[in-house]
């Protein structure tokens, strides 16, 4: 009985070693599933996450994955091929992901853009050997390379940068040379030109492609500056100038755009909407999608060997309704399909009497064109009637500038009253915001009424001292200093404004600035006034921006003005100082713009 009793007491503690050990499996099989019953997705960005395409690619493939989706995890790299994409670089990015996943099962990876291709096709079989490979955004794929991969599938990018080119010549029949802003140094942008040369091959009515290539900002925007009526502008890919400065999509797209008095057209769809005309485009959220598609497949069980390469969805011609009016491009050339975007929801009802103007002068205006091709003596008389209707529209905007203004000024003084009576506090900063609002309102019609003199009158010889000193007497929060005498400048009559805005400048921006300093120098053939201050200064990143139009966060439109007035006769403006030690500006007079006063 003992030994039955010794023997069941050992069976039994072997039965709930049995069962302990089965419980314990169990529950590590629950901890294994929690860990790796997902899906473990990797995107490989070719750049940082501030720039625009990402935030197109991450929405794409959210619309098939959706972020908040327990069973799949996401892991991001962004491989930063704006700034570097050399092969040192490639080298360091595998090093730090073979330490990074040698322990996370990645089930899917997906690859955005060429430079991610390239490091993937170099790296990808050693790093995540037999993972299915899903690319897109790529415009350097060839067949061969699904031979040296099988696990590779994704959909190529057809950019059709040649379709964008027909835009132009269609929109702007008779375009001489499209000046083409792009950079050779980035894999992206060296398919894109290699493209452009293969339309020259082909197409004998190509137009000339003007390409500086690498070029500092600055630069750039002088080469924008200067470019004349029957020219256009094709943005590609240009994120990084050649001092290293990054701009993200939005960015370059503004700039260029400010700086450029004819069209800008672009390639990306991230473009439209910051100040391009448009162009031919296959969205990027629609690639990723399309991509993500793919993916969900491989992952619910389809080969890899299975899914063929595809091409990017066709793409379509997308433009922005402001941009072809400020550029008065014909809405009826563009090609069937097209698609306007900022298109105002409604049309505006003008009062009667000013359309009854507005067909009056557009009935004169035909007259007078008509009148040019007869004689001089007609030609002479069409002249006179162009500048009554001039003066018409002159009138005709100062007493709409003039109403404006007025209903502006009537809308803040409710806005006070009514601030008197309210208590609610939420409701007082919906009051400060509209009077803001307002005041913005106020500035940009003074600047308006400014803007609308420059180039009206022939430039004039001008003597710098007397106008310098002129509108520093009109400054008493610095004190100013001009030593430019004995030069005469040919320039705009408004060249005061420059002074007027430039030392304005110092008291708004200047940071304590107490003291202007204004001088001549001699620079080979030209003249180079300078305006230096003893303030902070301009930080190298905005000095290629202060110029645009809207920059700043006062009326945004000073240092514009300045700039363009300069520009009637040909000088050039640059911000030159060292941050830290007071700004200085120097505008340069070239050559036959400036004489000795006797």
């Not at 009854?356 to 007259?367: K, Q």
């Amino acid at each position: 009985m003992l030994l039955h009793r010794h023997l069941f007491s050992r069976m039994g503690k072997g039965i709930l070693v049995i069962l302990a050990l089965c419980v314990f499996s169990a529950a590590a099989a629950a901890i294994d599933c929690d860990a790796y019953g997902s899906n473990h997705i990797l995107i490989i960005h070719s750049y940082g996450p501030d720039m625009d395409w990402v935030d197109a690619v991450t929405e794409g493939l959210h619309r098939v994955f959706p972020a908040d989706d327990p069973a799949n995890i996401f892991y991001s790299e962004y491989m930063d091929g704006k700034i570097v994409s050399d092969d040192e670089h490639y080298e360091n990015l595998a090093d730090v992901y073979r330490h990074k996943y040698s322990s996370v099962p990645i089930d899917l990876i997906f690859v955005s853009d060429d430079d991610a291709y390239t490091f993937i096709r170099a790296y990808g079989d050693e790093l995540f050997p037999g993972v299915p490979i899903v690319f897109f955004g790529v415009g350097g794929y060839d067949p061969v390379h699904r031979e040296e991969m099988p696990n590779l599938t994704g959909v190529v990018e057809m950019t059709r940068v040649s379709l964008t080119v027909d835009l132009i010549t269609t929109l702007q029949p008779g375009v001489q040379e499209i000046y083409v802003v792009n950079d050779p140094g980035t894999t992206t942008g060296k398919i894109f030109a290699e493209e452009l040369l293969g339309r020259t091959a082909v197409r004998a009515d190509t137009p000339v492609f003007n390409a500086p290539g690498e070029v500092r900002m600055s630069a750039l925007c002088r080469d924008l500056q200067n470019l004349t009526p029957g020219t256009a502008v094709l943005l590609m890919d240009f994120n990084r100038d050649s001092e290293g400065r990054i701009y993200s999509d939005r960015e370059i797209a503004g700039i260029v755009s400010a700086w450029s008095p004819v069209p800008v057209y672009g390639i990306s769809d991230t473009f439209v909407g910051y100040g391009i005309v448009g162009g031919y485009v296959t969205p990027t959220a629609i690639q990723a999608e399309h991509a993500a598609r793919i993916g969900a497949d491989i992952l619910n069980g389809t080969p890899v060997g299975d899914i063929p390469v595809f091409e990017s969805p066709e793409g379509q011609i997308v433009v922005d309704y402001p941009e072809m009016q400020r550029h008065n491009l014909p809405f009826f050339l563009l090609p069937e399909g097209s698609i306007i975007v900022n298109e105002p929801d409604t049309a505006i009802v003008l009062p009667s009497w000013v359309v009854a103007v507005m067909v009056v002068i557009a009935g004169s205006l035909t007259v007078v064109v008509v009148v040019l091709g007869i004689t001089n003596r007609r030609v002479t008389m069409a002249r006179r009637e162009v500048d009554a209707l001039n003066r018409k529209l002159k009138t005709l905007f100062s007493i709409t500038r003039h109403d404006v203004n007025n209903q502006v000024m009537a809308a803040s003084g409710f806005l006070e009253l009514l601030g008197e009576d309210v208590t609610d506090s939420r409701l007082h900063l919906f009051i400060d915001n509209i009077q803001k609002s307002l005041h913005a309102i106020e500035h940009q019609i003074e600047f308006a009424r400014e803007y609308e003199k420059a180039g009206a009158s022939e430039p004039v010889w001008q003597n710098l001292q007397a106008v310098a000193e002129q509108e520093a007497a009109n400054q008493h929060a610095v004190s100013i200093d001009v030593d430019a005498g004995g030069i005469e400048i040919y320039a705009d009559p408004m060249l005061e404004k420059v002074f007027t805005n430039l030392f304005e400048n110092t008291v708004r921006h200047g940071d304590h600035a107490t003291h202007v300093r204004v001088t001549a120098d001699v620079r080979g053939d030209a003249r180079v006034i300078v305006v230096e201050d003893n303030g902070v200064g301009v930080p190298d990143e905005k000095k290629d921006h202060i110029f645009g139009r809207g920059y700043g966060s006062h009326t945004g439109y000073g240092l514009f003005l300045a700039s363009d007035i300069l520009a009637i006769t040909g000088l050039a403006i640059a911000e030159t100082g060292t941050y830290g030690t007071g700004a200085r500006f120097e505008i340069t007079v070239p050559k036959g713009r400036w004489r000795t006063v006797r």
